[in-house]
């Protein structure tokens, strides 16, 4: 599953749900970067998701219903490692956003994973395997669930979470232009789950390059570090 969102008002905030189940997965802390971390059977505890100190944030829910177009062929980019290495700073957004423009970037077999990637400025670049991708630049707010970008609604499947992106969307749409970490926090616990639990939800403040996230859905126990400022 997975919400993404981010708003441009008055300062850029971004925020992640991230919902799994029967996965292992830890948040690590240093001055470059917070990252979630999953633990995989062969790599071991792999940075996949978060913020670095250079105002990036890197989220990649899944897509439902998976489309077999997004299966890797020959000389493809994978959307994980094009995802890493922007979150650990190996590639800029703008060399990423090069690379998905004249490149074609897979997923797995069987799966189709997405992504909703923002720089320092508030652009988003959103990638989907074996669609396409689309750029917005310094959107008031933009809202990734578990559906392709480019389908909507024309393909429905029990995990797309069309309902989070429409209350998403709406709640932010009602906030006034002071939006702060709280009223990110707001709108992740409105759209958090339960039954794909929701297991790490993020907010990063870009402005001032701070990430508050909290484990478990522990609304009352906020976490804050603060990266460096370049």
């Known amino acids: 599953?997975?919400?993404?969102?981010?708003?441009?008002?008055?300062?850029?905030?971004?925020?992640?749900?991230?919902?799994?189940?029967?996965?292992?997965?830890?948040?690590?802390?240093?001055?470059?970067?917070?990252?979630?971390?999953?633990?995989?059977?062969?790599?071991?505890?792999?940075?996949?998701?978060?913020?670095?100190?250079?105002?990036?944030?890197?989220?990649?829910?899944?897509?439902?219903?998976?489309?077999?177009?997004?299966?890797?062929?020959?000389?493809?980019?994978?959307?994980?490692?094009?995802?890493?290495?922007?979150?650990?700073?190996?590639k800029t957004f703008i060399e990423t956003k090069d690379i998905v423009t004249s490149s074609n970037i897979s997923s797995f077999n069987g799966i189709t994973y997405q992504s909703q990637l923002s720089d320092r400025d508030g652009n988003v670049l959103q990638v989907i395997p074996g669609q396409g991708y689309k750029y917005y630049e310094k959107p008031k707010q933009m809202v990734m669930t578990n559906f392709s970008p480019f389908k909507m609604d024309k393909e429905k499947h029990p995990w797309m979470g069309l309902d989070r992106y429409e209350l998403a969307n709406r709640m932010l749409s009602e906030k006034d232009d002071d939006f702060n970490e709280n009223d990110c926090f707001e709108i992740l616990k409105a759209v958090s789950q339960q039954i794909c639990p929701t297991v790490v939800s993020m907010v990063y403040d870009v402005n001032n390059r701070i990430v508050y996230w909290c484990n478990n859905q522990n609304w009352a126990n906020i976490n804050k570090y603060q990266l460096d400022l370049d």
């Open 1 to 90: 599953m997975c919400t993404s969102i981010l708003t441009n008002r008055n300062k850029t905030i971004a925020g992640f749900n991230l919902d799994i189940l029967d996965m292992e997965y830890r948040v690590t802390t240093n001055p470059k970067g917070v990252y979630i971390e999953i633990n995989d059977a062969i790599e071991g505890w792999i940075a996949l998701f978060g913020a670095n100190s250079r105002g990036e944030f890197v989220t990649m829910p899944t897509c439902w219903p998976y489309d077999d177009r997004s299966d890797p062929k020959n000389n493809e980019t994978n959307i994980i490692m094009l995802d890493i290495d922007l979150l650990l700073e190996k």
